[in-house]
């Protein structure tokens, strides 16, 4: 095996990141949030009563037929590979991952536009896993994002759940993070990923 790089995680802060050398370098700082999905509920229901879908945009659940453009989407983003993206289908299942029936996605009649995944969990916290905006729609972005998150909250909180975590991009999430920070989310643990050249 001929490994040319090599990828770690450093607690954000701490001395080791100090005694790196300098081949390796930070790539992004990673923060998992913790929130109450009440009190994002209260924050986003004034907004979601105001909230016009535009004609034409469709908002549903997630299907096994959406994976390839879900897919597609990810690897833009450099977030996971297509055959990473998955959707449990068995209700009963007591696997853990991408719950359909939880999770959102809107389209228009050119396909994909957002999709938020939301994996179960075996207890009452949810965790946020992706979160994605088209690059045809990023200038809506923020209005595609209410619609995605007021979905998937309306479903998690009707399937008991209490809790949802969720990881930040401190580098690219920044809304996400403010949306965080002002629903009285706590900051569960902050990450550095490094890459060192071998």
């Excluded at 990141?17 to 009440?38: F, G, M, N, P």
């Excluded at 690219?172 to 009285?184: F, N, W």
Aim: net charge neutral.
């Amino acid at each position: 095996m001929n490994l040319e790089q090599l990828y770690f995680e450093i607690d954000t802060g701490s001395d080791a990141s100090a005694q790196l050398s300098d081949h390796a370098r930070r790539i992004k700082t990673e923060e998992l949030w913790q929130l109450e999905l009440r009190k994002v509920w209260a924050r986003l229901e004034r907004l979601e009563s105001r909230l016009k879908v535009p004609e034409g945009w469709t908002r549903r659940l997630p299907q096994e037929d959406d994976l390839p453009a879900i897919g597609e989407l990810a690897e833009h983003y450099k977030l996971r590979t297509k055959d990473e993206i998955e959707l449990i289908q068995e209700k009963s299942s007591k696997e853990v991952g991408n719950d359909p029936t939880i999770s959102s996605i809107v389209l228009d009649e050119q396909g994909l536009l957002a999709v938020m995944l939301v994996q179960n969990a075996f207890r009452l916290n949810c965790h946020t896993d992706l979160r994605m905006v088209h690059p045809r729609a990023k200038e809506r972005s923020g209005h595609l994002n209410l619609i995605l998150l007021a979905d998937a909250l309306r479903r998690v909180i009707k399937a008991g759940y209490t809790t949802t975590t969720l990881t930040v991009n401190t580098g690219r999430d920044r809304e996400t993070r403010r949306l965080a920070e002002r629903s009285g989310g706590r900051l569960l643990k902050s990450v550095d990923l490094w890459t060192l050249d071998l």
